[in-house]
């Protein structure tokens, strides 16, 4: 069975930078096409960055710039680099598996980021 | 960016009854479209996918159709496990899009 789990999350000043981090079990990182979707408080659901098992990366223009997407093969393990981070960046971030194309199958607990002063 | 839009934004509903939430795109993505259901404080639960095809151990209760720019999820009569929200999304053409959600409550 397929398990993903992330960690790094925590409390950020504007302007700083975090790493998440998405071990997986169960599925290979490096051939897996690996998402990144986040969820403000209250909100509903923003893809935020692919990866693609032959490492075609596409992000959301809102993070276009700052965050970068990447895999450690070796650790079977994704990850989300976040630069220049803002207040709208607050999110429960998740890392996903996508499938058939597309959809995203099997999904982390997810890691709260939180960018105050 | 294609937009997704669904409705209702809330539907109140009893056990027993048959729901349908509407997704309608801003322009055509063919059948790449998923539904997820969410509870509170969990992830997301992958449903539908290439809108009418049941993911393997989802109930037969959950039926998804349409094509283009609209679609539906239905599910046939509801049961309390049910109770939740869910979300479409288009997979046809990046930036992926959701839509801002269908919160499913008790009447």
């Known amino acids: 069975e397929v398990q993903l789990v992330e960690s790094g999350g925590g409390l ?39 990866i693609y098992g032959g490492g075609s990366t596409y992000y959301a223009d809102s993070v276009k710039g700052r965050f970068t997407i990447s895999r450690d093969n070796s650790k079977n393990t994704l990850y989300l680099q976040m630069n220049s981070l803002r207040a709208e960046d607050t999110a429960v971030y998740y890392c996903a598996r996508g499938s058939r194309g597309g959809p995203l199958d099997y999904w982390g607990q997810g890691t709260l980021v939180t960018v105050s002063s | 960016d294609i937009q997704m839009t669904q409705s209702p934004s809330t539907l109140s509903a009893s056990v027993g009854d048959r729901v349908t939430i509407t997704c309608r795109a801003s322009q055509s993505i063919s059948s790449w479209l998923a539904w997820y259901q969410q509870k509170p404080g969990k992830a997301p639960k992958f449903l539908i996918y290439r809108a ?7 109930p037969s209760r959950f039926s998804g159709s349409g094509s283009g720019t609209e679609f539906t999820l239905t599910i046939s009569s509801l049961q309390p496990d049910d109770f939740a929200t869910y979300y479409c999304q288009q997979y046809n053409s990046y930036p992926w899009t959701f839509g801002q959600g269908t919160k499913v409550e008790i009447k």
């Open chain 1, 12 to 50: 950020i000043q504007p302007g700083g930078s975090l790493r998440l981090s998405c071990a997986a079990s169960g599925s290979t990182v490096s051939s897996d096409h690996m998402s990144w979707v986040r969820q403000a408080p209250g909100k509903g659901l923003e893809w935020v960055s692919d």
């Open chain 2, 52 to 58: 009418s095809s049941l993911e393997s151990g989802v």
